[in-house]
């Protein structure tokens, strides 16, 4: 738990942050966030989430209280003030406080909050996990990353009573992508995965294993496919900020890729992981 946080402009102790009770994202879940992983102290894949902020601010019409390079600033403070060498930054912007009203209110100021976690929480890749699936019942803007996911963690909480480890949602014969991750099948050494329109979240994580398999001559097809052809699928995979290409051995009751890591997926976290490596060395030697 961070001792320090971003509060609007400033790095302050934890008990000093307080949110009004009128704050929109607490009334509504009026507002975004993101959440970026850090190497060795510097923030990984950066940019990438920064443009991801950008555009989720303005498709729901939210101002950002500063320019993305004063955000940067205060979020490498906020990494210095709590000494995280490898971890999480999480932080969020909404609509700000105001009398209760459905529609937006003028001239309002946002708030910006920020914490850090001193870990990834990272699960062991090399044996992969076991998922289940569930009805994607979400919102149809899920392109968008606001602090609404309620319906996330209803499927995440149906994971979690069954003992495994991620829900894979599908609306009607399509799936869509994880509770809290995106999924991607093998099919004859083809990567396939949802494509990033409004029924689901274009992670980073997902640009970044996409953008490496063009790096290392894997194919990759974004295309919806069905429940039946993710059971048949070869391989299997979710990917996030904390489990990089997580291997899928199991959804409900059939096992995947006998039960063990594929080649394909095992191809993806080393091309990731020498990415790492290497933003490591450089961040250690600036």
């Not at 990984?44 to 555009?55: S, T």
């Not at 498709?59 to 950002?64: F, H, K, M, R, Y």
């Not at 062991?124 to 569930?134: N, Q, W």
């Not at 894997?218 to 429940?227: A, F």
């Amino acid at each position: 738990m961070s001792q320090f946080i971003l509060y609007q402009d400033q790095i302050v102790p934890r008990d000093q942050g307080k949110v009004d009770i009128e704050d929109r994202g607490y009334q509504f879940g009026d507002g975004i966030y993101e959440a970026i992983a850090v190497y060795s102290g510097e923030l990984f894949l950066l940019d990438l989430h920064m443009k991801r902020l950008q555009r989720s601010a303005r498709e729901l019409s939210i101002q950002l209280p500063y320019s993305i390079d004063h955000l940067t600033d205060n979020l490498n403070k906020l990494i210095k003030a709590n000494a995280i060498d490898d971890g999480v930054v999480y932080f969020q912007i909404t609509r700000g406080a105001a009398p209760r009203v459905h529609y937006f209110p003028d001239k309002i100021p946002t708030v910006l909050t920020g914490s850090t976690e001193d870990h990834l929480t990272e699960n062991d890749r090399t044996k992969g996990i076991r998922t289940t699936l569930a009805e994607d019942i979400r919102w149809l803007r899920c392109d968008i990353k606001t602090l609404n996911l309620l319906g996330n963690v209803l499927a995440n909480q149906k994971a979690h009573e069954l003992g495994v480890a991620e829900a894979i949602l599908h609306r009607g014969d399509t799936v869509t992508e994880g509770s809290s991750s995106n999924v991607f099948i093998v099919k004859d050494g083809k990567l396939i995965t949802h494509p990033a329109d409004h029924f689901i979240l274009n992670g980073i994580t997902r640009q970044f294993v996409i953008r490496l398999a063009g790096e290392i001559g894997i194919p990759v097809d974004e295309r919806t496919y069905s429940v039946d052809e993710l059971l048949a699928s070869d391989e299997a995979f979710i990917s996030s900020t904390g489990n990089q290409a997580m291997p899928i051995i199991a959804i409900d009751q059939t096992e995947i890729s006998g039960g063990k890591p594929g080649p394909v997926t095992r191809q993806i976290n080393a091309a990731i992981s020498e990415k790492v490596k290497a933003f490591r060395k450089a961040a250690v030697s600036r």
